[in-house]
């Protein structure tokens, strides 16, 4: 095999070398998106066994949101909660002088801007 292998040259071996890969590993090309194959076919399926501590933790989130969406807000927010959020909206209408916090503040421009000024071009 030495022999051969010195007889191939350098470009060689390596083509060889990259071709034994390739030739052992033909389910490369069938996860390639250019093959032209199915797609589908390696989409995860619904039907797959499911962990069950994944389980556990999604049937804890959906509990978890049937219970926000019934209650308007947070699940089990006491009164205390309710009174630090309040005294934390106040504090900060104090220092930004009030106005509807929870929206996005409206920018209004008035002029022209200059920003923008064309560069000339030079006469030719």
């Known amino acids: 095999m030495a022999a051969s292998l010195l007889r191939m040259g350098r470009r060689g071996c390596v083509k060889a070398e990259s071709w034994i890969h390739l030739s052992r590993a033909p389910a490369a090309v069938a996860l390639s998106t250019k093959s032209g194959g199915n797609k589908k076919s390696f989409k995860k399926s619904n039907s797959a066994p499911m962990d069950p501590i994944q389980k556990l933790f999604l049937d804890s989130i959906r509990e978890y949101s049937s219970k926000s969406q019934a209650s308007g807000g947070l699940v089990d927010a006491g009164s205390a909660y309710d009174k630090a959020l309040a005294e934390e909206i106040a504090k900060l209408q104090r220092l930004y002088g009030g106005g509807d916090l929870e929206s996005f503040p409206v920018f209004k421009f ?12 030079p006469n030719t």
């Open 110 to 121: 008035t002029g022209e801007s200059n920003i923008y000024t064309p560069c000339k071009q």
